[in-house]
């Protein structure tokens, strides 16, 4: 079973969404998973930041956030940004990982959680 992408909860498709503005504004043609991570962790209310502060602390969230901005700047850039990103092979295979551990829980949608898992 693959990533269906009208099978998410709103706060998934959220994260989603998120991970695709953020692939074009840094002018990204390809959406990776480290844009799906950023996305997850720098959502203010998100489970990945609560999860993230709780098990850890605040100081340990902060240095996370900051190496994975630290990483997003690696990503080659077109110029100028470009309309579309698209998913590339390891995204591909993350959106899949959460959909085969939605599929294992017997959930009917795809919830942030499965998405954190899978990153």
């Known amino acids: 079973m693959g990533f269906d992408p009208k099978k998410v909860t709103a706060k998934s498709g959220q994260a989603l969404s998120d991970a695709i503005s953020l692939a074009k504004e840094e002018g990204h ?4 998973p480290l844009h799906l991570a950023v996305a997850l962790w720098e959502d ?6 609560s999860c993230t502060q ?20 690696k990503v ?6 470009p309309e579309d990103v698209y ?4 995204t591909t ?14 959930d009917s949608y795809l919830a942030v959680d ?3 898992l899978a990153v």
């Open 93 to 106: 295979k993350v959106l899949d990982n959460a959909a085969k551990i939605m599929k294992d829980r017997k």
């Open 87 to 90: 998913p590339n092979k390891d």
């Open 114 to 116: 499965a998405l954190i």
């Open 76 to 81: 080659p850039k077109v110029s100028p940004p």
């Open 29 to 32: 043609q390809q959406l990776v």
């Open 54 to 73: 709780k098990a850890f602390n605040p100081e340990t969230y902060a240095s996370l956030t900051r190496v994975l901005r630290k990483h997003l700047v």
């Open 44 to 49: 203010p209310e998100g489970l990945a930041k």
